[in-house]
């Protein structure tokens, strides 16, 4: 079965509150998980050119065809996590151009909305599995 890897900023914690809920929802066992700050997240954003250090974007990685970011990052994870959460893929009918900015913004306040972890998470044991270092 194929894998997706979902790619997020370890310490944030709307992030890792997210990364949660997935891990909840995730039935048909789709998803692992990688902190940008990580050896694997660190590597992925040298090999393409993007920033190792300005963490503004979940990224879901589809190995060998394609990486998406920010709205389209989300909006894709949701389709796979199928109904209800699928009914989001309605907004990719909107261009990123208009639904990023949204992101963005959502992006920038992260920290002093949601706060921040002073390191990456650690995963439970039971879904130490689903993270790539």
Do not use: H
């Not at 990123?96 to 390191?119: D, T, V």
Request: aromatic share 16%.
């Amino acid at each position: 079965m194929k894998k997706y890897i979902i790619l997020f900023d370890g310490v944030c914690n709307l992030c890792n509150s997210t990364i949660q809920f997935i891990i909840k929802r995730d039935k048909k066992n789709l998803f692992k998980f990688s902190s940008l700050q990580s050896e694997f997240g660190q590597n992925f954003l040298k090999d393409r050119n993007l920033s190792t250090k300005d963490f503004n974007s979940i990224i879901l990685y589809e190995p060998g065809i394609a990486y998406y970011t920010k709205s389209t990052a989300v909006i894709k994870v949701a389709q796979k996590l199928g109904f209800p959460y699928n009914l989001l893929s309605v907004f990719l009918i909107l261009p990123a151009l208009i639904r990023n900015p949204i992101y963005s913004y959502l992006a920038r306040n992260r920290y002093s909305w949601f706060g921040k972890k002073e390191s990456c998470m650690v995963p439970t044991p039971e879904n130490i599995k689903k993270f790539i270092q």
